[in-house]
């Protein structure tokens, strides 16, 4: 895990990859997204609800401060980065006497060595701790793994992808500093003489070389003596097509990630999500987001519940927001759900979180829906029953 060379002579570790824009741009994104959303405690119902378990000691743990150090958002932050650049997000697990979680104090990948044991459970080898830690003592967050018990960082998986961006990073900052335009050849004719010593040849060429190179002499005026001529031999970078290799390394690095383009702030003319920003932007929550979401739940409802406790308790991210439009569709779907009777007024205030109004958890009853057993009952009723129903009926409808 310290570093790869890559096929494009580029060393590929932590601190040179977070050097790329779009990497760094790709792994902040999904770390802060993540850390942004509320992570909940529920307990479910006898009927079939749920409500937060503020009572529980783990709740103020995941929704608050995982450590005395850390809050929330740094806490998930971190998490997700180490799981972006690294593949695993490791934390020690404090318990109190009961085998509640009391805090979580995250560990640097790097120093966290992954044992499988006779059993066939995951130990752990961490530097500076005495002895290795079983399951119930580290919370063990995986990316995609092939042997279930590491995760695999993209920074090893992919590391010719990002090299390639990095010396192509490289090669502009280069051509900058180093470059000329008038790159080339200085042809000295046969009746001019040669240079005779070396140091000639190279004081020559230290001096077109100090007076024509670097951004500041850029389209200087070269004058050369002795029936000299200048052959230029480079291309442009138009020509030689580093602005597209730049944006091509840019794609290839949010395809790793699967990060649409314009979220690092990289337009394209084309869109493959719709005809606008917002569903590309719930692509990115459904398809990019979600799952990263989903193994954060996983993991806690493993590592920091009790097993008698997941029977009625259960950890969960809170991406409503993420998922809601703009605010015409919201109150547009609002509408059709108080219409058909699926949502009370509360229910769609809690949505908007706004606090709840007396009178608002009745639900409406749309006058033209009817049960089809009650239909079948009015067919075969009796005149004074039809009577009675009609008298229903007319006065529900006033």
């Not at 760094?24 to 079939?48: F, H, K, W």
């Not at 995982?66 to 958002?73: G, I, V």
């Not at 900058?176 to 335009?181: D, V």
């Not at 290799?245 to 084309?270: N, T």
Request: proline share 5%.
């Amino acid at each position: 895990m310290s570093g790869r060379k890559t096929k494009a002579g580029m060393m590929v570790t932590t601190e040179t990859a977070l050097a790329n824009s779009a990497l760094r741009s790709c792994v902040t994104l999904l770390a802060e997204s993540i850390a942004q959303l509320p992570c909940e405690l529920y307990r479910r119902d006898e009927n079939g609800g749920r409500k937060k378990a503020t009572d529980h000691t783990l709740y103020d743990v995941i929704r608050h401060q995982p450590n005395r150090k850390d809050n929330a958002f740094e806490y998930y932050e971190q998490s997700q980065g180490s799981l972006g650049l690294e593949g695993n997000q490791f934390s020690l697990i404090e318990r109190n006497g009961a085998g509640y979680v009391t805090e979580l104090l995250p560990i640097n990948p790097k120093k966290v060595s992954v044992l499988k044991g006779p059993d066939l459970m995951p130990y752990y080898d961490i530097q500076g701790i005495d002895g290795i830690l079983p399951m119930r003592m580290v919370h063990h967050i995986r990316a995609f793994s092939l042997d279930g018990y590491v995760g695999l960082s993209p920074l090893q998986t992919s590391a010719d992808v990002i090299g390639l961006g990095l010396a192509t990073e490289e090669h502009a900052a280069a051509v900058f500093s180093r470059g000329t335009t008038m790159s080339g050849v200085i042809e000295r004719p046969h009746e001019a003489g040669a240079i005779k010593t070396q140091e000639g040849v190279d004081r020559l060429l230290s001096k077109f070389a100090d007076r024509h190179s670097g951004l500041s002499n850029a389209f200087s005026v070269a004058m050369l003596q002795e029936g000299m001529s200048y052959k230029p031999l480079s291309m442009d970078n138009e020509k030689a097509q580093l602005i597209a290799s730049r944006s091509f390394s840019v794609a290839e690095i949010c395809r790793l990630y699967k990060i649409p383009l314009h979220m690092v702030q990289h337009q394209d003319k084309a869109s493959s999500w719709g005809s606008g920003i917002e569903q590309m932007s719930l692509g990115f929550v459904i398809y990019t987001l979600l799952p990263w979401i989903k193994r954060h739940e996983a993991a806690m409802m493993r590592d920091l519940l009790l097993p008698e406790d997941r029977k009625s308790l259960y950890i969960e991210f809170n991406i409503s927001g993420l998922l809601r439009g703009d605010q015409k569709s919201r109150y547009e779907s609002y509408a059709i759900g108080r219409q058909w009777g699926f949502l009370s007024v509360n229910d769609i205030r809690r949505m908007e979180n706004m606090p709840p109004i007396p009178g608002g958890d009745k639900y409406l009853t749309p006058l033209n829906m009817a049960d089809s057993n009650q239909i079948q009952q009015s067919m075969n009723a009796t005149p004074e029953q039809m009577k009675e129903i009609e008298g229903i009926l007319c006065l529900a409808n006033k």
